[in-house]
């Protein structure tokens, strides 16, 4: 069978069936290729099936509302909720409490359940709050030096190193 | 131990070993984990990447053995390294493709492999021939136990090991099977498998994958869930499923083999003919034939091949593959003319006959 496209063999055979009724197709590599990466197939990465979702979560409610809630940045990585939501990752750790409320109603639609039962570290979990303050004073100490206050950015750099040091 | 030491192997995966090998080709768990102390990758800052590629990559090679790994800094490799590692499924195409510091330890038995700096802070996997999921997670979890023990991963008390896309939060684990399903295809039942799979949380995916196609007629069957079922419930998850799956291809190879004998003999001694006496041969259409020919040595229409020389020639007739074997870069059409020969040269050795290799 030559795909219906070129004059390739078709080894590719897809059925449609998100339309009305299934469609055949019968493709070469090439084309298959193409047909599946076509921006209104997206569904067929994970990484932008957790953007979709996100972004139907969002339908009911008012653009105002939307508009608000897109603007809330992480004050840990600076990620807003509106970047999650059309590139599908997070920015850190710290999201997953700063979103909840909006990330809880997604989490359950992928996995239909809220709570790990799996393994957990054997390690005590180190206090996290120290945590986030590295990933914070990291991200000033790049605004600092972006912003050329290099006596900030000293003061800052030294802090983290006492923090890493503290660390081992 | 360099890349070029690979070109001459299959990995253990490949081996046509283990359990229901006829259909399974593999088993394979990963997982995934991020630094407490570092944002994800998406913001993480050039500096970030670095840190992360060097703490990582210490941690790693103190608790893996030296002398059995390959360290591979990807970012330093040329397109063709990645391109092969793709392809023996050592690193994933997001690792070859993105920018910025990364790299890869990679286990020259080919049992397991550790991303640092994809879509997480780390990606790992362990994978075997044929059918062996429980033992498969076991080594991943002693990997898993052993760096844990040196570093600070990012976990939650409720939402378990964080990662940097929520569809992975929890266990962070993937456990697939790959397996090769052509009397499902031919038959026209595949689609119903699937959709039956997706109903109960299952994803199908292609050879390489997120988003790849199913050359050859293979299938990766994984969990969808990450988050609320334990590790052991979901290699059970699939575990459980693959039996059946197994039935249904056997039943369809027993239906082909009794209602249409000649029709499915004829096609098998077709691709092999084809894939013997080819002068020029793409990389799909030797993947399309030599889905036929495997299925042929299963069901024993083709006696004078072995699995494992089939699950070679799928992993050494692939674009990087030909490349390295030849030792230069080809255009696709040199390409095909390599590919042709090789297959040759190798499937006519294989059965001693010598004639075909004169047309």
Known sequence: ?168 | MEINDFVQHTGEWLSGAGPEADIVISSRVRLARNLADYPFMSRATAQDRENIKKILRERVLEVVPQANVLCVEVDKLEKIDCQFLVERHLISRELAEIQGARAAVIDTAEKYSLMINEEDHLRMQAMQSGLNLQSVWEQMNRIDDAIEAKVAYAFHEKYGYLTACPTNVGTGLRVSVMLHLPALVITRQIDKVFRSLQKINLAVRGLYGEGSQAMGDFYQISNQITLGRSEIDLVKQVGDIVPVIIDYERQAREFLIKESHENLHDRVSRAYGILRTAQTISSEETMHLLSSVRMGVNLGLIRDLAIPTVNELFLRTQPAHLQKLTGGELDTSDRNIERARFLRKLLNKENGNSGAAHN
């Not at chain 1, 390739?8 to 599946?36: D, M, N, S, W």
């Not at chain 1, 909006?102 to 996995?111: A, C, F, G, V």
């Not at chain 1, 120290?130 to 990933?135: A, E």
């Open chain 1, 1 to 168: 069978m030559k795909c219906q496209q070129c004059e390739k063999p078709a080894t590719f055979h897809i059925t449609e069936l998100t339309g009305g009724k299934p469609v055949e197709l019968h493709l070469c590599e090439t084309h298959a290729r193409q047909y599946l990466t076509a921006p209104s197939n997206e569904t067929a990465a994970v990484g932008s099936m957790a953007a979709m979702l996100a972004h139907q979560m969002a339908v009911g409610q008012t653009a105002e509302e939307l508009a608000q809630l897109d603007q809330q940045s992480c004050q840990v990585c600076g990620i807003t909720f509106y970047e999650f939501r059309s590139q599908g990752r997070l920015g850190c750790a710290h999201d997953y409490v700063g979103f909840q409320a909006q990330l809880e109603p997604l989490i359950l639609n992928i996995h239909g359940e809220l709570e790990h039962v799996g393994k957990r570290p054997r390690r005590p979990a180190v206090g996290s709050e120290k945590r986030t303050q590295l990933i914070r004073l990291r991200r000033t100490l790049k605004e600092a030096v972006e912003a050329e206050d290099y006596e900030q950015a000293s003061k800052l750099r030294d802090q983290i190193k006492q923090m890493e040091q503290e660390e081992k």
